[in-house]
Protein backbone atom coordinates (compact mmCIF):
# COMPACT_ATOMS: atom_id res chain seq x y z
CA UNK A 1 0.00 0.00 0.00
CA UNK A 2 1.18 3.61 -0.89
CA UNK A 3 -0.93 5.55 1.13
CA UNK A 4 1.65 6.95 4.10
CA UNK A 5 0.13 8.35 7.70
CA UNK A 6 2.89 10.81 8.76
CA UNK A 7 2.69 13.42 11.70
CA UNK A 8 3.71 16.84 11.71
CA UNK A 9 3.94 20.13 9.57
CA UNK A 10 3.02 19.63 6.37
CA UNK A 11 4.88 22.93 5.37
CA UNK A 12 8.18 20.40 5.92
CA UNK A 13 7.53 17.81 3.87
CA UNK A 14 9.66 17.58 0.38
CA UNK A 15 6.81 16.52 -2.17
CA UNK A 16 5.67 17.54 -5.36
CA UNK A 17 2.56 18.90 -3.97
CA UNK A 18 0.99 19.75 -0.73
CA UNK A 19 -2.52 20.12 -0.70
CA UNK A 20 -4.29 23.70 1.84
CA UNK A 21 -7.58 23.53 2.95
CA UNK A 22 -8.00 26.97 2.56
CA UNK A 23 -11.44 29.14 2.07
CA UNK A 24 -12.85 30.23 -1.11
CA UNK A 25 -11.27 33.49 -1.06
CA UNK A 26 -7.60 31.52 -1.11
CA UNK A 27 -6.60 34.95 0.40
CA UNK A 28 -5.31 33.44 3.25
CA UNK A 29 -6.90 31.94 6.99
CA UNK A 30 -5.49 30.66 10.29
CA UNK A 31 -4.53 26.53 10.50
CA UNK A 32 -2.81 25.10 7.69
CA UNK A 33 -3.61 27.59 5.21
CA UNK A 34 -1.70 30.69 7.23
CA UNK A 35 1.21 27.97 7.88
CA UNK A 36 1.64 27.19 4.22
CA UNK A 37 1.39 30.81 3.58
CA UNK A 38 4.20 31.77 6.12
CA UNK A 39 6.79 29.09 4.79
CA UNK A 40 5.80 29.61 1.46
CA UNK A 41 6.08 33.14 1.74
CA UNK A 42 4.34 36.67 0.28
CA UNK A 43 4.85 35.28 -3.64
CA UNK A 44 1.62 33.00 -2.56
CA UNK A 45 -0.91 35.39 -2.11
CA UNK A 46 -0.27 37.25 -4.77
CA UNK A 47 -0.23 34.05 -6.85
CA UNK A 48 -3.52 33.08 -5.13
CA UNK A 49 -4.71 36.66 -5.65
CA UNK A 50 -3.91 35.92 -9.58
CA UNK A 51 -6.61 33.03 -9.46
CA UNK A 52 -9.50 34.52 -11.36
CA UNK A 53 -12.73 34.75 -9.50
CA UNK A 54 -15.90 32.52 -9.86
CA UNK A 55 -18.36 34.87 -7.87
CA UNK A 56 -17.63 37.92 -6.20
CA UNK A 57 -14.58 37.04 -3.63
CA UNK A 58 -14.64 33.17 -4.77
CA UNK A 59 -11.76 32.08 -6.51
CA UNK A 60 -12.46 28.25 -5.60
CA UNK A 61 -15.60 26.65 -4.79
CA UNK A 62 -16.27 24.11 -2.03
CA UNK A 63 -14.49 20.76 -3.03
CA UNK A 64 -12.85 22.18 -6.00
CA UNK A 65 -9.26 22.44 -6.21
CA UNK A 66 -6.78 25.49 -7.47
CA UNK A 67 -2.85 25.22 -8.45
CA UNK A 68 -0.10 27.85 -7.62
CA UNK A 69 4.10 26.84 -7.14
CA UNK A 70 4.90 26.38 -3.90
CA UNK A 71 7.47 29.50 -3.76
CA UNK A 72 9.48 28.82 -0.96
CA UNK A 73 8.54 25.84 0.58
CA UNK A 74 10.24 22.36 0.01
CA UNK A 75 7.26 21.15 -1.81
CA UNK A 76 7.10 22.40 -5.61
CA UNK A 77 3.42 23.24 -5.91
CA UNK A 78 -0.17 24.02 -3.40
CA UNK A 79 -2.86 22.70 -4.12
CA UNK A 80 -5.37 24.51 -2.63
CA UNK A 81 -8.96 23.01 -2.41
CA UNK A 82 -12.10 23.79 0.08
CA UNK A 83 -13.17 21.76 2.02
CA UNK A 84 -17.31 22.03 3.58
CA UNK A 85 -18.59 23.70 6.87
CA UNK A 86 -19.73 20.99 8.81
CA UNK A 87 -23.23 21.70 9.41
CA UNK A 88 -25.26 18.37 10.54
CA UNK A 89 -24.00 16.04 7.44
CA UNK A 90 -27.06 16.38 5.60
CA UNK A 91 -25.48 19.03 3.50
CA UNK A 92 -23.45 17.42 1.08
CA UNK A 93 -20.85 17.77 3.08
CA UNK A 94 -19.57 14.52 2.29
CA UNK A 95 -19.62 14.74 -1.01
CA UNK A 96 -17.67 17.75 -1.26
CA UNK A 97 -15.20 16.73 0.83
CA UNK A 98 -14.61 13.63 -1.21
CA UNK A 99 -14.30 15.92 -4.10
CA UNK A 100 -11.37 18.04 -2.27
CA UNK A 101 -9.20 14.68 -1.90
CA UNK A 102 -10.40 12.94 -5.45
CA UNK A 103 -9.77 16.39 -7.47
CA UNK A 104 -7.09 17.26 -5.60
CA UNK A 105 -5.48 13.60 -6.91
CA UNK A 106 -6.88 14.18 -10.34
CA UNK A 107 -5.08 17.58 -10.91
CA UNK A 108 -1.92 16.26 -9.53
CA UNK A 109 -2.15 12.93 -11.96
CA UNK A 110 -3.04 15.96 -14.48
CA UNK A 111 0.45 17.87 -13.90
CA UNK A 112 2.18 14.32 -13.86
CA UNK A 113 3.04 14.97 -10.01
CA UNK A 114 4.48 11.92 -8.36
CA UNK A 115 4.36 12.70 -4.63
CA UNK A 116 1.35 14.27 -2.79
CA UNK A 117 0.81 15.59 0.78
CA UNK A 118 -3.03 15.85 2.52
CA UNK A 119 -4.06 17.75 5.35
CA UNK A 120 -7.15 16.61 7.26
CA UNK A 121 -9.11 19.00 5.28
CA UNK A 122 -12.41 20.18 6.94
CA UNK A 123 -10.92 19.01 10.02
CA UNK A 124 -10.34 22.45 11.95
CA UNK A 125 -12.41 25.42 12.24
CA UNK A 126 -14.54 23.97 9.68
CA UNK A 127 -16.00 21.29 12.38
CA UNK A 128 -16.29 17.97 10.48
CA UNK A 129 -16.20 15.16 12.73
CA UNK A 130 -12.83 13.82 12.58
CA UNK A 131 -13.72 10.08 12.58
CA UNK A 132 -15.92 10.75 9.57
CA UNK A 133 -13.49 12.87 7.80
CA UNK A 134 -10.58 10.55 8.21
CA UNK A 135 -13.02 7.83 6.51
CA UNK A 136 -13.59 9.86 3.84
CA UNK A 137 -9.53 11.02 3.36
CA UNK A 138 -8.74 7.13 3.75
CA UNK A 139 -11.55 5.44 1.17
CA UNK A 140 -10.91 8.50 -1.44
CA UNK A 141 -7.28 7.90 -1.56
CA UNK A 142 -7.57 3.72 -1.39
CA UNK A 143 -10.17 4.27 -4.60
CA UNK A 144 -7.38 6.58 -6.36
CA UNK A 145 -4.97 4.34 -5.86
CA UNK A 146 -6.09 1.20 -6.57
CA UNK A 147 -7.28 3.01 -10.41
CA UNK A 148 -4.65 4.65 -10.98
CA UNK A 149 -0.66 4.69 -11.60
CA UNK A 150 0.12 8.55 -10.40
CA UNK A 151 0.90 10.05 -8.35
CA UNK A 152 2.51 7.09 -6.86
CA UNK A 153 2.76 8.43 -3.31
CA UNK A 154 -0.23 9.63 -1.07
CA UNK A 155 0.69 11.08 2.06
CA UNK A 156 -1.78 11.86 4.86
CA UNK A 157 -0.75 13.84 7.46
CA UNK A 158 -1.82 14.01 11.00
CA UNK A 159 -0.85 17.45 12.97
CA UNK A 160 -2.00 15.69 16.21
CA UNK A 161 -2.44 12.37 17.73
CA UNK A 162 -6.47 11.96 17.59
CA UNK A 163 -5.97 12.84 13.50
CA UNK A 164 -3.08 9.63 13.31
CA UNK A 165 -4.79 6.96 15.53
CA UNK A 166 -7.78 7.55 12.90
CA UNK A 167 -5.75 7.35 9.70
CA UNK A 168 -4.09 4.29 11.19
CA UNK A 169 -6.89 2.38 12.24
CA UNK A 170 -8.63 2.57 8.87
CA UNK A 171 -6.06 1.84 6.85
CA UNK A 172 -5.68 -1.38 8.84
CA UNK A 173 -9.00 -2.09 8.72
CA UNK A 174 -8.80 -1.96 5.25
CA UNK A 175 -5.89 -4.38 4.45
CA UNK A 176 -7.02 -8.11 3.53
CA UNK A 177 -8.19 -9.83 6.12
CA UNK A 178 -5.77 -13.00 6.82
P1 LIG B 1 -10.32 23.69 7.89
O1 LIG B 1 -10.69 25.15 7.79
O2 LIG B 1 -10.43 22.97 6.55
O3 LIG B 1 -11.00 22.99 9.01
P2 LIG B 1 -7.83 23.96 9.44
O4 LIG B 1 -6.56 24.54 8.95
O5 LIG B 1 -8.55 24.71 10.52
O6 LIG B 1 -8.73 23.74 8.13
O7 LIG B 1 -7.57 22.48 9.94
C1 LIG B 1 -7.38 21.38 9.08
C2 LIG B 1 -6.47 20.37 9.74
O8 LIG B 1 -5.11 20.79 9.55
C3 LIG B 1 -6.66 20.20 11.24
O9 LIG B 1 -6.66 18.80 11.54
C4 LIG B 1 -5.42 20.87 11.84
O10 LIG B 1 -5.03 20.24 13.05
C5 LIG B 1 -4.40 20.60 10.76
N1 LIG B 1 -3.21 21.47 10.73
C6 LIG B 1 -3.05 22.71 11.25
N2 LIG B 1 -1.79 23.15 11.00
C7 LIG B 1 -1.16 22.17 10.30
C8 LIG B 1 0.16 22.01 9.76
N3 LIG B 1 1.10 22.98 9.87
N4 LIG B 1 0.45 20.84 9.11
C9 LIG B 1 -0.48 19.87 8.97
N5 LIG B 1 -1.73 19.96 9.45
C10 LIG B 1 -2.07 21.09 10.12
Redesign the pocket.
Known amino acids: MSIEVWQ ?4 TLDVDAIVN ?3 ETLLG ?8 HR ?1 AGPRLLDACMQVPEVRAGVRCPTGEVRATPGFDLPARHVIHT ?2 P ?1 WRDGAHHEPELLANCYWQSLRLAEQMDLHSIAF ?10 P ?1 QLAARVAVSETLAWEKSHKVPRRIVL ?4 DA ?1 FKAYQQLLAQALPQV
Open positions: GDITAANGGGVDGAIAVGVPAISCGVYGYLVAYNT
